[in-house]
């Protein structure tokens, strides 16, 4: 299995922390959007607005008046101007260009050039101002069409809601940041030590393509002097002088590296991370079997230790086959005193034993695991066998341990 693979787990949990982060940073701008909307709503005087409109309709209606009315005294004044210009002499006709007529003629063109700029000036004056009012006005009956479409009652309920998703969207996101924190530093070891490996193989495949290239060299060399400083070379180098058999030591270190502490590395990265992002929330013991060391029994102080250690994480459920009474030679409420009134404990019916009642109260629960040595191979059609839902442990040496759920305790 590929390293991206085995750490997709990890991946999946920090795409989910970016996708957390999004929704938190959607939820307040709603927020804030919906907040704007309903203290516009509230300050917001449709009477007052519609005042305004009117007001401003009528400006509009004005000033396109008045701009009819200036742009037909320039057409007035563009036919007066092209009258007079049709009168006037070529300047090459000097004797007559110089007469007191044609300088008075002359002269009007000049004042009408002028006025009929001064109204081209006004006209697009009272244009802008026309196409800002008719914006102004425009933005208005938007406003008002707004504020009577709006539903303040809906929009108060849906903001009401906002405060508690968003407490709920921080607690998954605080959550999610201590597990994946968590994870990460568990599995930090493991990739600074893989990143290694995968280092050190990088350095290998470079001594390999050093040695290649001297290899090419030596069969490229005219004489045996050429070989030998070739070899000097890569002696020097290497502290070997056949390059054949620097790629050969490296090749060899190569395969080592990728087959056994490579390959090992990642089966434990990937064991470890499955450890991590596992959700357990109930846990089932199988009681007799923690009852045994090797083929000694040890009465329960194997599963006191294992429950003394495992207090107040998960919900705890011990099963005992029907013998556990006549080997403790206790009744069942004793047991049950014994183990303590926070952890539920069931005995199989006589003649009977644990194996499928676990199996039937794990049901199909992915955070409910059993603890057991069991193999449970006959009851293979079980969820939980099905989903390796299974812990196993040791007892050895005066200790239980049991891996999967990073537990070690003294009985």
Known sequence: MALDDILKPLQQRRNRLSELRSQLKNQQDKRQELERAVNNYEIYDPVSEQKKLVTLVAKAAELSREIDNVERSKATLDKQLSALRSEQINPVIFWKFFTAEQKDLRAEVDRLQHKILALDQGIETDKASLSKTNSNAGFAKKRLAEHKKFNLESTVKLLSGFPESIERTKADLVALSAE?????????????????????????????????????????????????????????????????????????????????????????????????????????????????????????????????????????????????????????????????????????????????????????????????????????????????????????????MANDLDITVNI
């Open 180 to 400: 994946l924190k968590a994870i990460e530093t568990r599995m930090q070891p493991h990739m600074q030590k893989h990143e290694s490996l995968k280092s050190e193989v990088s350095t290998l495949n470079a001594d390999i393509a050093s040695a290649q290239n001297f290899d090419r060299n030596l069969g490229n060399a005219a004489n045996s002097y050429e070989k030998a400083m070739i070899h000097q070379k890569c002696e020097v180098k290497f502290g070997i002088g056949s390059p054949k058999q620097v790629i050969k030591d490296r090749l060899s270190q190569i395969r080592r590296l990728e087959k056994n502490d490579i390959a090992k590395l990642e089966r434990r990265i990937h064991e470890e991370l499955k450890k991590s992002v596992r959700t357990v929330d109930h846990l089932l013991i199988d009681g007799n079997n923690v009852c045994y060391e090797g083929e000694s029994f040890i009465e329960l102080r194997g599963l006191t230790a294992l429950l003394s250690a495992l207090a107040g994480r998960y919900t705890i459920t011990v099963v005992f086959d029907a013998s556990i009474r006549s080997l403790l030679k206790a009744s069942t409420q004793d047991i049950k005193r014994r183990l303590g009134a926070s952890v539920m404990t069931h005995i199989a019916p006589t003649k009977t034993g644990a194996d499928e009642y676990l199996l039937k109260l794990a049901g199909q629960g992915r955070g409910t695991f059993i603890i057991s040595n069991d193999r449970y191979a006959e009851y293979h059609e079980y969820d939980a066998v099905k989903a390796g839902r299974l812990f196993r442990f040791l007892i050895a040496d005066g200790k239980l």
